[in-house]
Protein backbone atom coordinates (compact mmCIF):
# COMPACT_ATOMS: atom_id res chain seq x y z
CA UNK A 1 0.00 0.00 0.00
CA UNK A 2 1.94 3.46 -1.26
CA UNK A 3 1.27 6.50 0.88
CA UNK A 4 1.78 9.95 -0.04
CA UNK A 5 3.10 13.10 1.74
CA UNK A 6 0.77 15.07 3.27
CA UNK A 7 2.88 18.07 2.83
CA UNK A 8 3.68 18.31 -0.95
CA UNK A 9 1.53 15.16 -1.95
CA UNK A 10 4.27 13.21 -3.22
CA UNK A 11 4.50 9.47 -3.09
CA UNK A 12 6.56 8.75 -0.30
CA UNK A 13 8.91 5.92 -1.33
CA UNK A 14 11.55 5.59 1.43
CA UNK A 15 10.28 6.03 4.68
CA UNK A 16 7.57 8.27 6.02
CA UNK A 17 8.72 10.19 8.98
CA UNK A 18 6.17 12.09 11.49
CA UNK A 19 6.74 15.93 12.24
CA UNK A 20 4.97 18.67 14.01
CA UNK A 21 4.85 21.58 11.55
CA UNK A 22 2.27 24.74 13.19
CA UNK A 23 1.41 22.49 16.18
CA UNK A 24 -0.21 19.86 13.47
CA UNK A 25 1.53 16.12 13.56
CA UNK A 26 1.89 15.35 9.86
CA UNK A 27 3.23 12.11 8.19
CA UNK A 28 5.44 13.60 5.23
CA UNK A 29 8.50 12.12 3.03
CA UNK A 30 11.86 12.65 4.19
CA UNK A 31 12.03 16.19 2.00
CA UNK A 32 9.47 17.83 3.63
CA UNK A 33 10.65 16.28 7.67
CA UNK A 34 13.44 19.04 7.21
CA UNK A 35 10.29 22.02 7.75
CA UNK A 36 9.06 20.56 11.03
CA UNK A 37 10.17 19.23 14.18
CA UNK A 38 10.46 15.06 15.05
CA UNK A 39 7.39 14.30 16.53
CA UNK A 40 6.86 11.06 18.94
CA UNK A 41 3.39 11.10 20.10
CA UNK A 42 2.74 10.65 24.04
CA UNK A 43 2.58 7.32 26.08
CA UNK A 44 0.14 7.28 27.95
CA UNK A 45 0.83 5.47 31.28
CA UNK A 46 -2.73 5.66 33.15
CA UNK A 47 -5.92 5.06 31.21
CA UNK A 48 -7.92 6.31 34.46
CA UNK A 49 -8.32 10.25 35.09
CA UNK A 50 -8.00 10.95 39.47
CA UNK A 51 -11.04 11.91 40.42
CA UNK A 52 -11.10 14.84 43.29
CA UNK A 53 -11.84 12.82 45.78
CA UNK A 54 -8.66 10.58 45.45
CA UNK A 55 -6.35 13.87 45.05
CA UNK A 56 -6.08 15.95 48.04
CA UNK A 57 -5.17 18.97 45.91
CA UNK A 58 -8.08 19.19 43.87
CA UNK A 59 -10.56 18.42 46.72
CA UNK A 60 -9.09 21.38 48.26
CA UNK A 61 -9.43 23.71 45.21
CA UNK A 62 -13.13 22.34 44.82
CA UNK A 63 -13.74 23.72 48.08
CA UNK A 64 -12.10 26.92 47.62
CA UNK A 65 -14.09 27.55 44.95
CA UNK A 66 -17.27 27.30 45.92
CA UNK A 67 -16.82 29.40 48.87
CA UNK A 68 -15.51 32.16 46.48
CA UNK A 69 -18.07 31.67 44.19
CA UNK A 70 -20.81 31.87 47.59
CA UNK A 71 -19.05 34.98 48.86
CA UNK A 72 -19.17 36.89 45.20
CA UNK A 73 -22.84 35.96 44.81
CA UNK A 74 -24.10 37.34 48.51
CA UNK A 75 -21.81 40.41 47.50
CA UNK A 76 -23.78 40.99 44.50
CA UNK A 77 -27.26 40.33 46.32
CA UNK A 78 -26.14 42.68 48.48
CA UNK A 79 -25.01 45.59 46.36
CA UNK A 80 -27.17 47.11 43.46
CA UNK A 81 -26.11 49.96 41.00
CA UNK A 82 -27.17 53.10 42.15
CA UNK A 83 -30.42 54.20 40.26
CA UNK A 84 -28.45 57.76 39.66
CA UNK A 85 -25.50 56.51 38.06
CA UNK A 86 -25.59 58.64 35.06
CA UNK A 87 -26.06 61.63 37.38
CA UNK A 88 -22.69 60.51 39.16
CA UNK A 89 -20.80 59.77 36.67
CA UNK A 90 -21.55 63.32 34.27
CA UNK A 91 -20.57 64.96 37.69
CA UNK A 92 -17.44 62.96 38.37
CA UNK A 93 -16.07 63.46 34.88
CA UNK A 94 -16.98 67.55 34.87
CA UNK A 95 -16.03 67.89 38.47
CA UNK A 96 -12.53 66.77 37.35
CA UNK A 97 -12.52 68.51 34.24
CA UNK A 98 -12.37 66.06 31.53
CA UNK A 99 -14.24 65.38 28.04
CA UNK A 100 -15.44 62.31 27.13
CA UNK A 101 -12.99 62.07 24.95
CA UNK A 102 -9.90 62.68 27.84
CA UNK A 103 -11.73 60.41 30.58
CA UNK A 104 -11.83 57.47 27.52
CA UNK A 105 -8.27 57.69 26.85
CA UNK A 106 -7.35 57.82 30.31
CA UNK A 107 -9.20 54.42 30.88
CA UNK A 108 -8.35 53.45 27.97
CA UNK A 109 -12.22 53.34 26.64
CA UNK A 110 -14.02 54.74 24.19
CA UNK A 111 -15.73 58.07 24.45
CA UNK A 112 -19.35 57.05 22.55
CA UNK A 113 -19.37 54.27 25.57
CA UNK A 114 -18.88 57.06 27.75
CA UNK A 115 -21.71 59.28 26.74
CA UNK A 116 -24.37 56.24 26.72
CA UNK A 117 -23.80 55.66 30.17
CA UNK A 118 -24.05 59.12 31.21
CA UNK A 119 -27.38 59.90 29.37
CA UNK A 120 -28.26 55.96 30.89
CA UNK A 121 -28.67 54.79 27.72
CA UNK A 122 -26.33 51.55 28.90
CA UNK A 123 -25.50 50.48 32.29
CA UNK A 124 -21.91 49.33 33.09
CA UNK A 125 -21.47 45.89 33.52
CA UNK A 126 -19.75 44.83 37.07
CA UNK A 127 -16.34 45.45 35.97
CA UNK A 128 -16.37 48.77 34.02
CA UNK A 129 -18.32 50.33 37.25
CA UNK A 130 -15.06 49.72 38.96
CA UNK A 131 -12.67 51.10 37.02
CA UNK A 132 -15.24 54.21 36.49
CA UNK A 133 -15.19 54.24 40.43
CA UNK A 134 -11.09 54.24 40.38
CA UNK A 135 -11.10 56.49 37.67
CA UNK A 136 -13.46 58.89 39.11
CA UNK A 137 -13.57 58.58 42.66
CA UNK A 138 -17.01 57.69 43.02
CA UNK A 139 -19.37 54.74 44.41
CA UNK A 140 -21.72 53.15 41.58
CA UNK A 141 -22.80 50.43 43.97
CA UNK A 142 -25.18 50.74 47.02
CA UNK A 143 -26.43 48.27 49.57
CA UNK A 144 -29.93 46.77 49.80
CA UNK A 145 -31.22 46.89 53.08
CA UNK A 146 -33.12 43.64 53.91
CA UNK A 147 -36.51 43.78 55.41
Do not use: W
Amino acid sequence: MSSFCELCGRKVIDEKKTVLIDGIALNVCRGCSKRGKPYTPPMSTSKTKPTASSNPVARSTASNKSTSTTRKIEMMDNTILNPEFAKLIREARMKKGLTHEQLGAQMNEKANLLKKFETGALKPDELFAKKLQRFLGIHLYVGVLED
